[in-house]
């Protein structure tokens, strides 16, 4: 992998020299691959896809179609009538929680979450719960993020219906052990909701190895265009489930007072597809094949571990997650004494540095870790790297850090 030749495949970074982008959690750049295939889309065979008779709509149609069969091997699942088109990784959790939850939980089932799940993995299920009267509960990780095999099945018991679970979490980067909550859950009946949305930019993904029933993911954060995401579903388990959204292109037959519905995947497709979005997904699973994952993760511990041992060494420096820096999966979340992460992503804002501040949209971890690790806010500072990232970045960074108490007045 040449790293300068990737750059350049990225007009956002070839044009903005000096401009260190840390916050590919949130959403990361696309390359010329991408914003090319979704121009070519537009420019040669726009038309409503999988409604129109002639040329142009077939093309279209082709063109969402293939773009399913590129998902359907890039996750290994069985067939395009797993792989269901969303706008994101939050609308597909909230597919499943409509769709499966409410039909198939009742009061006295359990649905078990990380406390550190995003709030797309978190306000689905307290919905459910809400309405089904089944409980959620939380399980609670390590100090250091991680989640013991001893703690996970402490928490699963025979009314465990449910689990939900971030591969990897967006704040501490940890990988969760999801292939063993799918064996316990399996062995109640219930099914396993995999929250892909950080796994699968960085990782191989197969939702047969690790058992997922159901794995969603997000195309803007791999490189893919915003507004498109993909929800892999079990075929023996979307076949029985009711449709999330209806209306147009979901249906079968139609009368004045009921309806049939479309055959899977289109089903859960209601109203006109995106499909420049899926088009230019596509392109991305392209761009993130031909480089390799191998080659992925390896660019991203090394920039990793300048960022984490680098902000590690700086005495008034807190970085969360474990210890051993090749368990941060591009992600190094910390504080400084003193100083509001607000503040933090502020100044280095002014030295032309992009990282995310806040509670990162997982408000109970935050409460977790003020708790148990004592921070001075409920928030924190996150720096989230990708493979176009460099270790002069890096370097640069733990540089930028060191200053950002002397700016602030210290
Ligand atoms: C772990 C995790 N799950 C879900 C989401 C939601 O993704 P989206 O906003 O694309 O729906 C995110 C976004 O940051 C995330 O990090």
Known sequence: MNITDIRNDFPILKDNPGYIYFDNAATSQRPVQVLDSVEKFYRTTNANPLRGLYEWSIGATDAYENARQKVVSFVNADSEEEIVFVRNATEALNLVAYSWGMDNLKEGDEILITVMEHHSDILPWQMVSRKTGAKLKFIEPENDGTITEENLKSCVNENTKLIGMAAVSNVLGVKNPVKLAAELVHANGGVMVVDGAQSAPHMKTDVKAIGADFFAFSGHKMLGPMGIGVLYGKRSLFEKMSPFLSGGEMIEYVKRDSATFAELPHKFEAGTVNASGAVGLAAAIDYLENIGFDEIEAQENRVTKIVYE??????????????????????????????????????????????????????????????????????????????????????????????VRGWLGF
């Open 310 to 403: 680098g902000l590690k060494n700086i005495p008034y420096v807190h970085v969360y997650g474990n210890s051993d820096f090749s368990k941060h999966s591009g992600i190094v979340t910390f504080n400084i004494d003193g100083c509001h992460p607000h503040d933090i992503a502020t100044v280095l804002d002014d030295e032309h540095i992009a990282v995310r501040a806040g509670h990162h949209c997982a408000q109970p971890l935050m409460e977790f870790m003020q708790e148990r690790l004592d921070m001075e806010f409920r928030a924190t500072a996150r720096a989230s790297m990708y493979f176009y990232n460099t270790e002069e970045e890096a370097e640069r960074f733990v540089e930028a850090v060191k200053k």
